[in-house]
């Protein structure tokens, strides 16, 4: 693309030493499908003068809140498209109503909100708005995620009967004093969930996305195991499907020498599927009475979902920041199909407001089924 023909892009948070800003310009970057022109990068104007200088925003473009970026953007003639919002999970909300109600499409990172009044409210906004809302649940856009996808689609395994999806860190074993540590186990601005919120999501969207399945209800039991913490730094949660299906699925940030083990399994009446975010490249397929067969990113049995999602021949790895590169590239494909008044191309696919609203009735469960000592409640 040429640099006219790129979306122009704003970022609200993701300011000096944010790590996940940091992986979202990246990921905006790597197509040359957007150009990261504004922002409103931290709470305090003076941290997002220093963030925005640093990133070389011309000084009109730096904003010191993202209602006055909103604002002013909407009304210039070469404003910002569309907006990645990257702060912590309390400010998602009421930054992108700002956006969303000023036709300024979304990009927002998960989970949608930090409570559920606010994504209920948050849906409601976004359809009533002529721009898009994209979730960037990043596991979604691996390539052999999609080859999951689409083999489960092509009846390859079976009926689903058994899922088992974990999501194991160790970052959080003892009491961290750093910035990421104190917003990501404060509930008033993470939310109720802690590790359910913050990686629980990302396994239990996996499970919705790969196999299709829509959960009826769910039994959790969630413990603080570090002394003083007010958020869950460990959930175990049994999962019923509609239609039958069982599941398991396991957060925890507490699991020493575990640093991001994400990994599902999947069984069906004719074979099995598992796949692990460690070794992102490869998919393992058993036929039931078969010996197992390993499926690579683009070899022999890789499919056209994967080969969409790949940039680079077999063999060379791909992993965390190209996955999320794919969520943008997905986005700008639907911002410049809306752009020109054009129909999205069926085949691309990005998690949505739904997505998100489903990932907090997720964590708003666990934390009421907990409280009932584990009982079994309804998912919505």
């Not at 956006?99 to 209920?120: E, N, Q």
């Not at 063999?315 to 190209?322: A, F, K, M, Q, T």
Request: aromatic content about 8%.
């Amino acid at each position: 693309m040429t640099a006219a023909g790129r979306i122009r892009l704003g970022m609200v948070g993701g300011g000096n030493d944010a790590f996940i800003g940091g992986v979202h310009r990246i990921a905006s970057r790597i197509d040359g499908k957007f150009d990261l022109v504004a922002g409103a990068l931290s709470s305090t104007p003076e941290k997002a003068r220093a963030s925005g200088e640093a990133l070389g925003l011309a000084p009109d473009r730096i904003y010191g809140d993202f209602k006055q970026m909103a604002i002013r953007e909407a009304r210039l003639k070469n404003g910002v498209e569309a907006v990645s919002i990257v702060a912590p999970n309390h400010v998602h909300f009421a930054a992108a109503r700002e956006f969303l109600k000023r036709g300024i499409h979304v990009i927002c990172d998960k989970p949608l909100t930090s409570t559920l009044r606010d994504a209920k409210k948050l849906v409601k906004v976004a359809d009533a708005s002529d721009a898009l809302f994209i979730l960037t649940h990043n596991y979604t856009g691996y390539p052999m995620v999609r080859q999951a996808q689409e083999m489960i689609h092509a009846g390859e395994i079976g009926a689903i009967r058994v899922v088992q999806v974990e999501y194991p860190q160790d970052w959080l074993t003892v009491a961290e004093d750093n910035k990421q540590a104190q917003w990501r186990t404060d509930p008033e601005r993470a939310g109720a969930g802690g590790s359910t919120g913050d990686i629980g999501t990302h396994a239990f969207n996996l499970v919705s996305f790969v196999t299709g399945l829509e959960l009826d209800s769910l039994a959790a039991d969630l413990q603080a195991f570090v002394p003083g913490r007010a958020v869950d730094d460990n959930a175990h949660v049994m999962l019923r499907f509609k239609g039958g299906a069982r599941g398991m699925l396991w957060s925890s940030q507490v699991a020493p020498g575990n640093e991001n083990s994400l990994r599902i399994r999947v069984y069906g009446e004719k074979g099995g599927l598992e796949w692990a975010q460690e070794d992102p490249n490869y998919l393992w397929h058993t036929p039931f009475g078969e010996p197992k067969r390993l499926i690579t990113r683009g070899g022999a049995g890789s499919g056209e979902a994967a080969a969409r999602m790949s940039r680079i021949p077999p063999g060379h790895p791909e992993g965390y920041l190209e996955g999320f590169a794919n969520i943008y590239g997905e986005a700008a494909v639907a911002i410049i199909a809306a752009r020109s008044g054009e129909k999205c191309p069926p085949e691309v696919i990005y998690p949505t407001v739904q997505d998100g609203l489903q990932g907090v009735q997720f964590i708003d469960a666990c934390v009421r089924s907990s409280k009932r000592n584990a009982a079994w409640v309804s998912f919505n």
